[in-house]
C-alpha cells in the first residue's frame, strides 16, 4: 500500500500564531519527495515586526495573495488524504486549527501527523539541537530557513532519510483533535479505555 506524506510548513505574520502568512507543502510518497508547492497566504490581519523580518513576507506582498479559505478548497483533498509532517508539528498543527476555526471551514475532527523533531531526536541524539537548521547542516540537506517552500522541502528530506533508515512510521503518528487544538491522549484513545 502507497504511504502518502503531507509535509507542510507554515509562517505567521504575528505573535499570536493563529493565522498564517505563507505555507510550503512537499507531497511524499513510498520513501520518496515528489513535488513542492508554496504560496504566500492574506492572514487578514497585522504584521508584527519580529515577523516580518524572519520571514521576508510584508503585509503588502501577504495583501496581494489568496485568503485561507480560498487556499483551503485547493488543498483540503490532499490534507485528508495524507498523514501530516513538520518539523516541530504542534506548532504547525496549531496554526492549521487556529485558521480553520477562525474561518469556521469543514475539515476532520482529527488528523493524523508526525514531527520530525521527535523523530530526528531518536535517530540523531548526538547533534547539537534538532532544530531544522541543525539537523540540515548535519545531513547536507538544502535550507532556505524561515521560507516555507524551502522548510516543508527539508523537512520531507528529513522524512524520506528517516524511511531510508528504516524507522516505522507507525510508532511516531500521533492524532491531533482539531476541535480541542491539542494532541490526542494517544494511548487512552488507542486501548479503547
Not at 508526525?114 to 534538532?130: A, F, S, W
Not at 531544522?132 to 547542516?137: A, K, P, Q, S
Request: aromatic content about 10%.
Amino acid at each position: 500500500m502507497t504511504k502518502r506524506y503531507l509535509v507542510f510548513d507554515v509562517e505567521t505574520p504575528n505573535a499570536r500564531n493563529d493565522r498564517m502568512s505563507a505555507i510550503g507543502l512537499t507531497l511524499v510518497e513510498n520513501g520518496e519527495v515528489r513535488r513542492t508547492h508554496a504560496t504566500l497566504v492574506n492572514p487578514e490581519t497585522w504584521f508584527d515586526d519580529f515577523n516580518i523580518a524572519l520571514t521576508g513576507i510584508t503585509p503588502r506582498a501577504a495583501g496581494e495573495a489568496m485568503t485561507f479559505p480560498t487556499l483551503w478548497a485547493y488543498v483540503r483533498p490532499l490534507f485528508d488524504s495524507c498523514v501530516l509532517v513538520a518539523h516541530n508539528a504542534v506548532f504547525d498543527m496549531h496554526v492549521l486549527a487556529s485558521c480553520l476555526r477562525h474561518y469556521g471551514l469543514p475539515h476532520r475532527e482529527v488528523y493524523p501527523y508526525m514531527c520530525t523533531v521527535r523523530i530526528g531526536r531518536k535517530l540523531y541524539p548526538r547533534l547539537p539541537d534538532h532544530r531544522l537548521n541543525t539537523m540540515c547542516e548535519a545531513l547536507d540537506i538544502p535550507l532556505d530557513h524561515h521560507q516555507a517552500g524551502s522548510d516543508s522541502r527539508a523537512a520531507a528530506f528529513l522524512l524520506a532519510d528517516y524511511l531510508s533508515k528504516g524507522i516505522e512510521p507507525e510508532l511516531f503518528v500521533r492524532e491531533y483533535d482539531m476541535y480541542q487544538m491539542r494532541t490526542m491522549n494517544y494511548k487512552r484513545h488507542h486501548s479503547g479505555r
